[in-house]
């Protein structure tokens, strides 16, 4: 079927039905992760002028490739499948673009040829990818994983395998998910002295998306590792607390609650994951014209203003574990503000928010509003 997706006319394969798979897959509720990567394309540079090729690593229909080479850059389509080479080559030729199409392991071409900017777009786990990617990329890795059940510890045997890491299933899973991939991508990333700064992250859906932009110094690797560590976490009263370092050094009993039902999660990325001014540099970048302008904007917005702490509260949880009935979130951030201590809301709900307050001094700071 032919689509019209930010400016760009495509063929793709058509819906699937029951009992039949298509060979190459396109997802129309990826448009919103397509908009804000030619968004962030275009904002990167501005930020770094050499950066002139894109690599569509798992390149299928070649809607990324396409698009990012209809916005100007230097692209390389790669797909190990014959059916996506030649779809792609024929999306290329449809909107009048110049690229390059390999029909070959991505991993084999990575690790052949340097490329500006790679982006990882997988069905699944990206991290069989990663190595090859941070051995040979320049600039900025953009990551795409879709296995978030293992990322949030939902499917916890899977997650350690795939990231060598401990995910668990938490009233914050979305932003477990955040916490567990950036903490792979980065230990990866070491492995070839390269260091990452994620400067725009987001859970939506049913996947997560970031940009590591790259510096090729053991230095930086080292300060990338030193963000790493690891959370607890109290399944009774929902207090959590994050310790920096490889070792853990779990709790036994909840600080809070004093109960004995302690989760540790780790390692985890606990440093920022977004860069504010980065973010609103790729908000300007988002024309209207593109069809998921209005939430693309919107989540920047959110991104943006983002506290750094490595995992979020649902404030609908909160009442219901306290037995009270949630009032407005602008009222209930305000009373946190008012108390002294930081609160914004998070992209991963209407109801999520971070704060600098621990469970217990949330729960002081909105008393009187909730009761």
Avoid at 129 to 148: E, G, H, K
Avoid at 203 to 209: F, G, K, L
Wanted: with cysteine; proline share 5%.
């Amino acid at each position: 079927m032919r689509v019209t997706e930010g400016g760009v006319e495509l063929e793709v394969p058509g819906e699937q039905t029951e009992g039949i798979e298509e060979a190459v897959f396109y997802n129309p509720r990826q448009e919103l992760n397509r908009d804000l990567t030619i968004a962030t394309l275009r904002a990167y540079r501005e930020r770094e002028e050499r950066a002139t090729s894109y690599l569509d690593a798992m390149t299928a229909s070649g809607v990324r490739g396409v698009r990012a080479a209809a916005d100007g850059w230097d692209v390389t389509c790669c797909d190990v499948d014959e059916q996506a080479v030649d779809l792609a080559r024929d999306n290329l030729e449809r909107n009048d673009c110049e690229a390059t199409v390999e029909h070959r392991n991505v991993n084999a071409l990575m690790h052949d040829e340097p490329f500006d900017v790679i982006d990882l777009d997988p069905y699944g786990t990206p991290m069989p990818f990663a190595d090859a990617a941070f051995a040979n990329c320049r600039d900025l890795v953009c990551v795409t994983a879709t296995d978030t059940a293992p990322l949030c510890g939902a499917h916890f045997n899977s997650g350690v395998r795939s990231y060598s890491a401990v995910p668990r299933n938490t009233d914050y899973h979305a932003e477990m998910g955040v916490r567990v991939l950036t903490s792979a991508l980065a230990r990866s990333a070491a492995r070839f002295d390269v260091g990452v700064e994620p400067i725009l992250t987001h859970a939506t859906s049913h996947y997560v998306r970031t940009y590591l932009e790259l510096e090729h110094k053991a230095t930086s690797a080292d300060a990338a590792i030193d963000e790493l560590g690891h959370i607890y976490h109290c399944e009774d009263c929902l207090y959590r607390e994050a310790d920096p370092g490889l070792i853990a050094d779990p709790l036994e009993t909840c600080p809070h609650c004093d109960g004995n039902r302690m989760l540790t999660a780790g390692p985890v990325w606990l440093g920022p994951v977004q860069d504010p001014d980065f973010i609103a540099a790729v908000r300007d970048e988002i024309p209207y014209t593109f069809g998921t302008a209005p939430q693309a904007r919107e989540l920047c917005d959110t991104l943006a203003a983002e506290l750094d702490e490595p995992t979020h509260y649902d404030q609908h949880k909160l009442c219901r574990n306290w037995g009270l009935p949630a009032n407005a979130m602008d009222d209930f951030l305000a009373d946190l503000r008012d108390a002294g201590y930081e609160a914004s809301r998070a992209h991963y709900g209407g109801t999520t928010f971070k704060t600098d307050a621990n469970i217990g001094e949330i729960r002081a700071a909105t008393a009187d509003s909730l009761e």
